[in-house]
């Protein structure tokens, strides 16, 4: 069973930072490509980043670009967002997905002064 469980997320002022990870188990995790999306209040799931499964290709949507780092330790079994500059707008559960577009429980972030 594919397990993904998303965590790092909090409350920070806008302009901060902040740090997801994601851990997984129940598939080869070196064997598949993982991305991040994000949900907002009364909004639909939208797509953050995506890295290929040796982690040596990232893609990035516009609203994040520059702003935000996917990685991943395969050796852990992890993945990571590393989050910079972060504007209201970012507000919103962030959850990882996997193989099947599997996705565990996520994560709240909100910007906010």
């Known amino acids: 069973e594919v397990q993904l469980q998303a965590c790092g997320g909090g409350l920070v002022q806008p302009g901060g930072s902040l740090r997801l990870s994601c851990t997984a188990s129940?598939?080869?995790?070196?064997?598949?490509?993982m991305s991040w999306f994000r949900q907002a209040p009364g909004k639909g799931l939208e797509y953050v980043a995506s890295?290929?499964?040796?982690?040596?290709?990232?893609r990035y949507a516009d609203s994040v670009k520059g702003r935000f780092t996917m990685s991943r330790d395969n050796a852990k079994n992890t993945l990571y967002l590393q989050m910079n500059s972060l504007k209201p707008e970012d507000t919103a559960v962030y959850f990882c997905?996997?193989?099947?577009?599997?996705r565990g429980q996520g994560t709240q972030v909100t910007v906010s002064s």
């Open positions: 890295i290929g499964n040796g982690g040596e290709v990232t």
């Open positions: 129940g598939f080869i995790f070196s064997n598949y490509g």
């Open positions: 997905v996997g193989p099947g577009s599997s």
